[in-house]
């Protein structure tokens, strides 16, 4: 039956984004000329475009009969002509565009200007350091993953470095977006960069709608400028998770706030499966759903009852509804469900399901204790003194300089934000560092997305500019460090 009036529904809306993702697919395919892949038993081929341009029509035409009140092509043109226009859309794609590439050029020429950082790579796949620029640390791992898939040697256990460590979303997306670009070794470094960077146009997309909800759309725009430019915001281009993480993270905090739990709940899920962190996104998740009962002390913003439902004032003026509390939980607890389908997973190869985290052991990350932290670079300071710790052992400076930054936000921001915001980063910045010190803590700041919304509104108009400069300066020594083999991970 024929729906003639009222507005398009749902499901004919996700009929003919469908249809178009389709279309993409067949020109994709007739460019590149499809994949041939083996599944477990089963072969899995796509190599034809006119099977999928079949399967595009049929899903139009069953819309176009279901619900004729308004053409597919007339929707969907209207929808992205509206995303185009979009401020948040214009405001991501602008930062992606003036500093992505600017980066790449940095690195790129860091390596004939500066050189390899100890003798040669440690590996090449092609004579074009172009080509070559992409793979750099644990992209080999993501690549291997994506590739090969997964692999564990028993008799080696723990005691050595195993891909099971890396979790799978990022380099399942890599592989199905490189497979449809042809398969081939140079296709899965590129989609690998594309992966990254479609998903960081994502996230600064979902960091502006977050910004917007307490800012003005200057500061919400100079949020994104600042997370763009700060120094080891050089991970959002590279073959790494930080993109991907940051992409769920936001989204799933935005479409938290507006209980949309469906999207909130797939959020979380990917979250857990991107990274071996990417659980504990559920106690800052849970810290908002529990916001409307804890004391106005310790959360942003009062409370109050208006007839039958809790409202909370934002710094807009706009209200809020009080969360339903155990549907809010349940989604809040998605971040965990996507740690344990991997699992899971390991369980079936390693025969334990928490093998992952015992082979972080492989790469020198033992549990030593926030304490042990300071006093280590206290005692070296002592020793050496403030030059010889400079001099000798630069990397840990900055990365013990993002720490920093994170951390002195964590109190401004539960003030400025709210509680939740603070939980966050503190909760994906202190483990780690208890367990493997400050290695890769300064790329663990880079996604802990609620310093920069509160450093856009703390910093005056006037100085954000001298901010973001000398960010993107350090940035660019950073790539500097990356991209030549230096040990900044």
């Known amino acids: 039956m024929s729906n003639r009036g009222g507005t398009l529904p749902r499901w004919a809306r996700a009929a003919d984004y469908v249809s178009l993702i389709l279309v993409l697919v067949a020109v994709t395919v007739a460019?590149?000329?499809?994949?041939?892949?083996?599944?477990?038993?089963?072969?899995?081929?796509?190599?034809?475009?006119?099977?999928?341009?079949?399967?595009?029509?049929?899903?139009?035409?069953?819309?176009?009969?279901?619900?004729?009140?308004?053409?597919?092509?007339?929707?969907?043109?209207?929808?992205?002509?509206?995303?185009?226009?979009?401020?948040p859309f214009r405001a991501a794609s602008a930062v992606v565009l003036g500093t992505r590439p600017a980066i790449f050029f940095v690195g790129y020429l860091s390596i004939f200007l500066v050189g390899w950082g100890k003798g040669a790579p440690p590996y090449r796949d092609f004579d074009n350091e172009l080509f070559n620029l992409p793979l750099r640390w644990d992209a080999g791992w993501y690549l291997q993953i994506a590739i090969h898939g997964y692999t564990y040697v028993h008799r080696a256990g723990a005691a050595e470095q195993q891909n099971i460590v890396f979790f799978p979303a990022f380099p399942v997306a890599v592989r199905v977006v490189s497979l449809l670009l042809g398969g081939n070794r140079a296709a899965f470094f590129i989609g690998a960069t594309l992966v990254s960077l479609g998903a960081f146009l994502g996230a600064l997309v979902y960091l502006y709608l977050l910004a917007r909800r307490d800012l003005d759309d200057d500061t919400a725009c100079a949020a994104l400028w600042l997370l763009a430019a700060y120094p080891f915001a050089v991970f959002f281009g590279?073959?790494?998770?930080?993109?991907?993480?940051?992409?769920?993270?936001?989204?799933?905090?935005?479409?938290?706030?507006?209980?949309?739990?469906?999207?909130?709940?797939?959020?979380?899920?990917?979250?857990?499966?991107?990274?071996?962190?990417?659980?504990?996104?559920?106690?800052?998740?849970?810290?908002?759903?529990?916001?409307?009962?804890?004391?106005?002390?310790?959360?942003?913003?009062?409370?109050k009852r208006v007839g039958a439902a809790h409202v909370r004032p934002t710094a807009t003026g706009r209200t809020e509804h009080v969360l339903p509390l155990q549907k809010s939980l349940l989604v809040a607890a998605m971040p965990v469900v996507g740690m344990l389908i991997y699992s899971t997973f390991i369980w079936r190869l390693a025969g334990n399901p928490f093998a992952w985290l015992a082979g972080h052991a492989a790469w020198g990350r033992h549990y030593s204790g926030l304490t042990a932290i300071v006093s280590d670079r206290y005692n070296y300071?002592?020793?050496?003194?403030?030059?010889?710790?400079?001099?000798?052992?630069?990397?840990?400076?900055?990365?013990?300089?993002?720490?920093?930054?994170?951390?002195?936000?964590?109190?401004?921001?539960?003030?400025?934000?709210?509680?939740?915001?603070?939980?966050?980063?503190?909760?994906?910045?202190?483990?780690?560092?208890?367990?493997?010190?400050?290695?890769?803590?300064?790329?663990?700041?880079?996604?802990?997305?609620?310093?920069?919304?509160?450093?856009?509104?703390?910093?005056?108009?006037?100085?954000?500019?001298?901010?973001?400069?000398?960010?993107?300066?350090?940035?660019?020594?950073?790539?500097?460090?990356?991209?030549?083999?230096?040990?900044?991970?």
């Open 381 to 489: 300071i002592a020793n050496e003194g403030l030059y010889g710790y400079v001099s000798q052992v630069p990397l840990d400076l900055l990365n013990a300089i993002g720490v920093i930054f994170v951390l002195a936000a964590a109190w401004p921001v539960a003030r400025r934000l709210g509680l939740a915001y603070a939980v966050f980063i503190l909760i994906n910045i202190l483990p780690p560092i208890a367990e493997g010190g400050l290695m890769s803590a300064g790329r663990f700041s880079s996604v802990l997305f609620p310093a920069f919304i509160w450093l856009a509104s703390a910093v005056p108009p006037h100085h954000r500019g001298g901010w973001i400069a000398t960010f993107a300066a350090i940035q660019a020594l950073n790539a500097t460090l990356f991209y030549t083999w230096r040990q900044l991970f």
């Open 31 to 87: 460019a590149t000329g499809g994949f041939r892949v083996l599944v477990g038993q089963w072969h899995v081929a796509l190599t034809s475009p006119y099977r999928v341009l079949a399967w595009a029509i049929a899903v139009t035409a069953v819309r176009h009969l279901a619900a004729r009140q308004q053409p597919v092509y007339r929707h969907l043109t209207s929808q992205l002509a509206a995303w185009y226009r979009a401020t």
């Open 238 to 303: 590279a073959v790494y998770t930080e993109s991907l993480f940051l992409l769920g993270a936001a989204g799933a905090f935005y479409h938290f706030r507006r209980a949309e739990w469906w999207r909130a709940g797939v959020w979380g899920v990917l979250v857990g499966l991107t990274r071996p962190n990417g659980f504990l996104l559920a106690v800052p998740l849970a810290t908002l759903a529990f916001s409307p009962w804890l004391s106005s002390i310790i959360v942003r913003g009062r409370t």
